[in-house]
């Protein structure tokens, strides 16, 4: 299934029944009087948030969602039946806005949160109502209201504790796969992750923390080069930041290149706002396995350290440092967790 995380639907609520105009009609009681039932609601429009889903790829195929109208009342004081919501199930972490204004209607950040985002039209009443003193017999009864309408803007931000950022072909899918259950597809050519790769991480009995791979940002990222903008808006949500540094194969490792690149991602997450360059961030020096790696490994812990930053180094195909690297995650998690 594509991976979709923007698009835009149509939602029409369901028109109410029309009240009914009706009198009795019963032997031995000539002057029965109005007995006209009231028209039923119509169904309304209901997003669902549902954890079993992770793409708004179904909403980009279907782009309309229509509920019934009300049925209409009828004489003995009978009314019509109010016609069933729609419920539309979209994934967790969907953010709705009205697509004309940008008003933002709601944030379905909880498994199983609903968000009514199109009522149906209340029913009509019947000319039961309008019987009074002076008119006996009324012969007005309402018309059901129209339901409302509305196209909608879906955003998915996608529910993670840790966040990883870094260039290109930096090894972020390699890592949440080694840390996690996750099977990415991992290739040796730049943007080889076009999706966001969630795993969960186990710390010990009952913890465990979700950790996602953002799809490599560039220079003006912020602006919307690359997969810029698409992806950004993921580590919104990330309580922790993991910045990983490593060198492309064949790169002479020098510490300043890699801080270069280092302080580019952080300027583009800087300027995308959000609140990004608030959160708590680690950064990890990949490929320890390296023999060139570890004779910078120090002096770039050292510029970090600098900088007010942890930099920890590990190898996801020795595993070497993971273990550590867990460790310390949980520790910046659940102080943040615990408070929010």
Not at 5 to 33: L, Q
Request: with cysteine.
């Amino acid at each position: 299934m594509k991976f979709i995380d923007e698009t835009e639907i149509e939602v029409r609520a369901g028109k109410g029944g029309d009240g009914c105009v009706s009198f009795r009609r019963e032997r031995f009681r000539p002057r029965g009087g109005p007995d006209g039932g009231d028209g039923g609601r119509g169904g309304s429009i209901v997003l669902v948030a549902d954890a079993g889903l992770r793409t708004l790829f179904d909403h980009s195929l279907q782009k309309l969602y229509r509920a019934r109208n009300g049925q209409p009342g009828s004489g003995k004081d009978r009314n019509g039946a109010g016609a069933d919501d729609v419920l539309v199930r979209v994934p967790v972490g969907t953010v709705v806005f009205e697509a004309s204004s940008g008003e933002l209607l709601g944030d379905l950040s909880t498994p199983g949160q609903q968000l009514v985002v199109a009522r149906g039209g209340r029913g009509g009443r019947g000319n039961i109502h309008f019987k009074s003193s002076v008119n006996q017999s009324p012969r007005r009864a309402e018309t059901g209201q129209p339901g409302e309408r509305r196209r909608l803007r879906l955003e998915l931000k996608l529910l993670a504790d840790v966040g990883v950022v870094g260039f290109p072909n930096a090894g972020k899918s390699t890592l949440v796969a080694a840390l996690s259950r996750a099977r990415p597809k991992v290739a040796d050519y730049p943007f080889t992750t076009l999706v966001p790769t969630l795993g969960v991480v186990p710390v010990d009995e009952g913890r465990q923390f979700v950790i996602a791979d953002v799809p490599g940002l560039i220079p003006g990222a912020a602006r919307g080069a690359g997969l810029g903008l698409r992806f950004l808006r993921h580590l919104e949500r990330c309580s922790v930041l993991l910045h990983l540094l490593t060198w492309q194969e064949g790169e002479d490792p020098q510490p300043r290149k890699l801080l270069q690149r280092f302080e580019q991602i952080e300027q583009e997450l800087r300027a995308f706002g959000a609140g990004l360059e608030e959160k708590p961030r680690l950064v990890a020096l990949s490929k320890r396995d390296l023999a060139e790696v570890r004779q910078v490994e120090g002096q770039v812990r050292e510029e970090l350290a600098a900088r007010g930053l942890r930099c920890l180094t590990l190898s996801a195909a020795s595993r070497d440092g993971l273990p550590e690297l867990v460790s310390t995650l949980a520790d910046l998690l659940w102080p943040v967790n615990e408070s929010g």
